[in-house]
């Protein structure tokens, strides 16, 4: 890996340490929290505040990067041309104010639309899953295993039980009998979080009907560098610069999802 890439990477680890300890100490404050597009959709002013420091730590050691964050302190970004940080400051907001955990920070460096860094940090358990392109991923300094096929049968699916009830995205009926079929389902309610999960064979497929680009740009680096698929839930490639469906999977099992249960 190039120099800069290197150097890029330990500033991420560093940043991503230190913006954990911040969020750990507001645990004993009062949080404010505000909703955004709909009642559930909740931000508080630590996810304005992690982000922000982010956002000072790369403009002033890397100005010629852009960034793109939720919260919307980042750059407009209509194209993947040159280095584009992709940042998520809390995936798991409801988490992070109503319990405290199974929340995460998700960052994803891409080059000219090409994902080369991806970190998910979860911060209550001190367990950084991090990927380098074409170097593996590891949890904390331990390498992730190569994600090895898998059948239905067997395979814990992580998915909200939204999507098997009446929505706006998807008939029910679709993936119900995915549901009946598998070991066992979860969900978890950090996406980044849940693709971590996969990366670390903790969890065999996740899948969503709508994610946003900082949602899943750190764990799609992860996901891809273990040998998993990572794509939209009709098996296309994701866009990063719109909202998508996401179906991250390992492989044998992502193939036999959608030919047996997927269709539009
Ligand atoms: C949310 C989480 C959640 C997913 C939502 C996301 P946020 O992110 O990833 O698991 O189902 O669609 O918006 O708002 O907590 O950063
Ligand atoms: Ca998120
Ligand atoms: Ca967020």
Redesign the pocket.
């Known amino acids: 890996m190039q120099e800069k890439w290197k150097e890029i990477d330990e500033c991420i680890r560093q940043w991503i340490k230190e913006a954990g300890t911040r969020i750990l100490a507001t645990f004993d404050k009062k949080l404010t929290i505000e909703t955004k597009s709909h009642r559930n959709?909740?931000v508080t002013n630590v996810d304005r505040e992690v982000e922000q420091f982010f956002i000072e730590k790369i403009r002033k050691t890397f100005p010629g990067h852009h960034v793109l964050g939720?919260e919307g302190f980042g750059d407009e970004i209509a194209t993947l041309q040159g280095i584009v940080w992709i940042i998520?400051p809390?995936?798991?907001?409801?988490n992070f104010i109503h319990q405290k955990r199974n929340?995460a920070i998700s960052i994803g460096v891409f080059e000219n639309g090409v994902g080369v860094l991806g970190y998910v940090y979860d911060v209550v358990h001190d367990e950084l899953y991090a990927a380098r392109k074409g170097e593996g991923a590891f949890l904390n300094d331990q390498p992730l295993a190569r994600l090895e096929p898998v059948s239905v049968s067997e395979a814990i699916i992580s998915l909200?039980a939204t999507w098997i009830t009446e929505n706006k995205r998807i008939d029910p009926n679709v993936l119900a009998p995915l549901v009946k079929d598998a070991r066992g389902t979860r969900s978890?309610?950090?996406?980044?979080l849940?693709m971590a999960y996969v990366a670390a064979g903790r969890l065999d497929a996740y899948i969503?009907m709508?994610?946003?680009p900082?949602?899943f740009a750190g764990g799609l680096v992860l996901v891809q560098e273990v040998g998993g698929i990572v794509t939209n839930l009709y098996g296309e490639p994701l866009n990063l610069l719109t909202k998508n469906s996401v179906f991250v999977s390992k492989p044998g099992l992502h193939e036999e999802i959608l030919q047996k249960y997927i269709h539009r």
């Open positions: 959709d909740l939720e998520d809390i995936d798991g907001t409801m929340f909200n978890y309610g950090s996406a980044a849940e969503t709508r994610l946003s900082w949602d």
